[in-house]
């Protein structure tokens, strides 16, 4: 089975210009996680979804965030206008569910290099 | 709130010896699940364990254990017979049942395997 797929692996952009990260979680699972790692923050949660519905986005940076779920197999996050600060390595993380049990799966990451 | 800790930075082991790394949790749920990752230096982040709050047994997968004592909120991963293959970022993780909320991660350690 594919695991959740994310595109593009890497990404350098100009600062002021809009990013968009793509991830395709694995097939029949309900919640979706975006989280960014850096050297120095570790790794945070930005976002998640339960069933295409954002559940909790007090993680996202600021207003230049975005996250959408249109369907169950789809989900942006998007970075508009960028900044240099925001490069870091963005991953998407889906499981079947919420429960204390289900394991998140990570998808490849996103390398983001803002110049 | 339900936090994960990591005390552990770095570690350093000997080919083929076992290592052990440390993990506690601090949660008053009765219903959760606790999970390690490995993040090689490639970026991506793997599934290792998973160990249930109700769980009788401690859980094992290869060469992986997980020493759980719950009394003492630990749930260290064991790793035998290292391999230089297993360098790498090692985070734990914990998901509880208030709110189903996603995982919460611990900081990680940075294990290096000596030939």
């Known amino acids: 089975d594919a695991g959740v797929i994310q595109s593009p692996r890497h990404e350098v952009t100009e600062m002021g210009q809009e990013v968009t990260l793509r991830c395709k979680p694995i097939?029949?699972?309900?919640?979706l996680f975006w989280y960014r790692q850096t050297m120095m923050r570790g790794l945070e949660l930005l976002i998640y979804?339960?069933?295409?519905?954002?559940?909790?986005d007090s993680g996202m940076p600021e207003d230049r965030f975005s996250a959408k779920m249109p369907n169950a197999s789809f989900s942006t996050l998007k970075i508009q206008p960028s900044e240099p600060r925001d490069s870091a390595v963005y991953f998407c993380?889906?499981?079947?569910?919420?429960?204390?049990?289900?394991?998140?799966?990570f998808g490849p990451g996103t390398r983001l290099t803002v110049t | 709130a339900q936090k994960i800790t990591q005390t552990q930075p770095g570690m350093f082991v000997q080919e083929k010896e076992a290592v052990t790394l440390d993990c506690t949790y601090d949660t008053s749920d009765p219903s959760y699940g606790l999970f390690w990752y490995k993040q090689p230096s490639s970026g991506e982040m793997i599934f290792l364990i998973y160990q249930g709050s109700y769980d009788q047994q401690n859980a094992t997968e290869g060469r992986y254990s997980l020493n759980f004592q719950k009394a003492r909120k630990s749930a260290n991963l064991v790793i035998s017979a290292s391999q230089l293959g297993d360098s790498a970022m090692y985070f734990c993780a914990g998901r509880f049942d208030s709110g189903n909320t996603p995982l919460v991660f611990g900081k990680g350690t940075r294990l290096s395997v000596i030939a």
């Open positions: 097939s029949g699972h309900n919640s």
């Open positions: 979804f339960n069933n295409n519905v954002p559940i909790d």
């Open positions: 993380a889906s499981s079947l569910g919420l429960l204390a049990f289900y394991e998140q799966y």
